[in-house]
């Protein structure tokens, strides 16, 4: 299949079902439990914004508002939004002026925008949107109902105060667009690493775990509704660290991965996003010693110059990363998923250093790479201190060579898995036939199949035969 190609600042090598895990728009499913009014929420940007979608829409459920997929039948509508590179703030200002139309026709149809661009801009946006009600922040989901209430009294309201604590550990989330199989799970918010390049820090705060007890609850919950998958969520997994008030539990990312990994053999565990600067041989024995931990690492790199990665504040160097490269292979062998993001064009990148990202491409042989070009976003380190001085043809350029180069690795470790039986989780029909099913092998990578009498859920031995860039076919093995 061809690689999807959504816009230029976004391009990558993975199905339209793997875009749609990260950077997409998702909107909520319809639920009718007789309640009043009707939320319509519409998520962009990344799995924890998804996640976050999930949390709001329990908030509200309790405030008495059942979901609908329709907005034209919302009494509220909420977008939650992302603020990563400017494309996608375009994304959402474009969507506003598609629901003032909506609003001028429904003029008690409250708006809200949730996310990363209410953090950022903060009541700004408010003057900038005139037809915007609600402004709330990312730690202030909460405070929802409230602010509703002040918007049903006919005035604004906003709500953007980040918390040091805040987890949202309690909340039982409704699961949105959910296909009954995999789910995602928070398992810490916020990240304090202040790469130059990234809005993140700002818009999300300090990064903080949620309670250990907390997370093998929901997944245990999960487990029992049928699901069979998880995706362990945070900006930075690895540096997961939580401990009991009394101090006498501590529990780090690898503990909490085997916590989780011990609940059903029959649950997949799956993680994202991991540091190089912190992703420990503890973590990759764990996920070497539980079969249900699936051998798939999304390891971003941003770039393989050593320079350039000083001044995005990276903290490692090409060195250090090739070499958590090599404990990935040493300890899980060559057939472990490795992904990357890869940043095209940051501040001051030579030509030489550019061919460093190239190069470094050569060297992992990727099975995904989601690639981007530099957009400097108001506010970080890098649109204070650095000079966004590359051309936005050299960007594209670059980028182009960097995908150009990507696809023929993801190809490549493709046509590694063919002759090979791989363990499918089924998620569903393919997008092409009914009597094709879709589902993931360990690596993440999609593979489609003849039905025969599996169904959604199973998991099924699968002999490849043949592939493309972004998918592996096969027969069941019987
Ligand atoms: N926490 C993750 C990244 C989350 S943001 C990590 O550290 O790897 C997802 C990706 O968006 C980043 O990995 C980076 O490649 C890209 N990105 C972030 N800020 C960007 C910017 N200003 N311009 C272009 N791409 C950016
Ligand atoms: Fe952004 Fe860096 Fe934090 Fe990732 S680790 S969210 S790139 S600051
Ligand atoms: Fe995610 Fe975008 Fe915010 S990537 S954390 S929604 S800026």
Redesign the pocket.
Known sequence: MQAPILDL?FIDNRTPDQAAASCDTKVSAETNTGHQRKLYIESYG?QMNFSDSEIVTSILFEAGFDTTAEVTQADLVLLNTCS??EKAEQTVRHRLTQLQHLKRKKPHMVVGVLGCMAERLKKNLLEEEKMVDLVVGPDAYRDLPALINEVDGGHKAVNVLLSREETYADINPVRLNSNGVSAFVSIMRG?D?M?S????PFTRGRERSRDAHSVVREAQELVNQGYKEVTLLG??VDSYKWQSEDGAEKVNFAQLLERVALISPDLRVRFS???PKDITDEVLYTMKKYDNICKYI?L?A?SGNSRILELMNRTYDRTWYMERVDAIRRILGVDCGIST???AGFCSETEEEHQDTLSLIDFVQYDYA?M??????PG?L?ARKLQDDVPLEVKKRRLQEIIDKQREYSHLRNQLAVGQVHKVLVEGFSKRSEEMLSGRNDQNKVVIFPKMHFKKGDYVNVLINECSVGTLFGEPVL
């Open positions: 600042d990344c990563i590179r990240c690493n790469c390049f990234c809005v993140v900006q930075n996003t991991s540091h999304h971003p941003q993001d890869m940043i989601y981007f070009f530099y957009s400097e976003r970080t890098a």
